[in-house]
């Protein structure tokens, strides 16, 4: 098993920018990538952004692409998003997750429980 932790949500300005940070603990030698998600008011979960942990090969989707950044730390446990530039429409929770080597493609095995960004005009 493996447990994240999100953090670093909070309220911002347009504009303005905000670092999510994502602690896993656990058995996270089975883990191969890391992505960060979020689900906005009445609106589908979007998946933003990909790491995989042995390289750090990263996908961003075109919506937050040139605003938002994914890196890792060097022990590799911890995953964050650099969220620049942030729009009023980047309100939601924001979700980590994490995919076990040998699953799928964008299916994800471990949730953090989310944190909430909220952009205001």
């Known amino acids: 098993q493996v447990q994240l932790v999100e953090s670093g949500g909070g309220s911002v300005q347009a504009g303005g920018s905000l670092k999510l940070s994502c602690t896993a603990s656990?058995?996270?030698?089975?883990?191969?990538?890391m992505a960060w998600y979020r689900q906005g008011p009445g609106k589908e979960r979007e998946l933003l952004s990909t790491?995989?942990?042995?390289?750090?090969?990263?996908t961003y989707t075109d919506s937050v692409k040139g605003r938002f950044t994914i890196s890792q730390d060097d022990a590799k446990n911890r995953v964050y998003l650099q969220m620049n530039s942030l729009k009023t429409e980047d309100t939601a929770v924001y979700y980590c997750?994490?995919?076990?080597?040998?699953?799928?493609?964008?299916?994800?095995?471990?949730w953090g429980q989310g944190t909430q960004v909220t952009v205001s005009s």
């Open positions: 997750a994490a995919r076990r080597c040998g699953t799928p493609l964008h299916e994800y095995n471990y």
């Open positions: 656990g058995s996270f030698f089975s883990v191969c990538a």
């Open positions: 790491i995989t942990i042995s390289d750090g090969t990263t």
